[in-house]
Nanobody, 122 residues
Framework: QVQLVESGGGLVQAGGSLRLSCAAS????????MGWYRQAPGKQRELVAH???????NYADSVKGRFTISRDNAKNTVYLQMNSLKPEDTAVYYC????????????????WGQGTQVTVSS
């Protein structure tokens, strides 16, 4: 059983900052890619930022230069530092991880956190 638990969401004024965390726990052999997604009301879930096991990153154009994704492999945790927040960043943010749960098979499974609300007021 694997769980991803997000934290760090909340209400912030435009121009402010928040730092999201997502910790993976349970039956984990290794974690490959990790990412943050968001879903605003009435919109589809979209990729915000992605980081590989080798620390290569990519970002949605809308957050480049403002958001930074990082990971701590010793803690099985991924972070999203969000600066210069805008009202259009308001959404539920979800973390995702590709996890190998056993050394006996290379198969990886995709896991999602429960989501954390980020609200940016103008």
């Amino acid at each position: 059983q694997v769980q991803l638990v997000e934290s760090g969401g909340g209400l912030v004024q435009a121009g402010g900052s928040l730092r999201l965390s997502c910790a993976a726990s349970g039956s984990i052999f290794s974690i490959n890619a990790m990412g943050w997604y968001r879903q605003a009301p009435g919109k589809q879930r979209e990729l915000v930022a992605h980081i590989t096991s080798g620390d290569s990153t990519n970002y949605a154009d809308s957050v480049k230069g403002r958001f930074t994704i990082s990971r701590d492999n010793a803690k099985n945790t991924v972070y999203l530092q969000m600066n210069s927040l805008k009202p259009e960043d308001t959404a539920v943010y979800y973390c995702n991880a590709a996890i190998q749960i056993s050394s006996r098979t290379p198969a990886q499974y995709s896991y999602w956190g429960q989501g954390t609300q980020v609200t940016v007021s103008s």
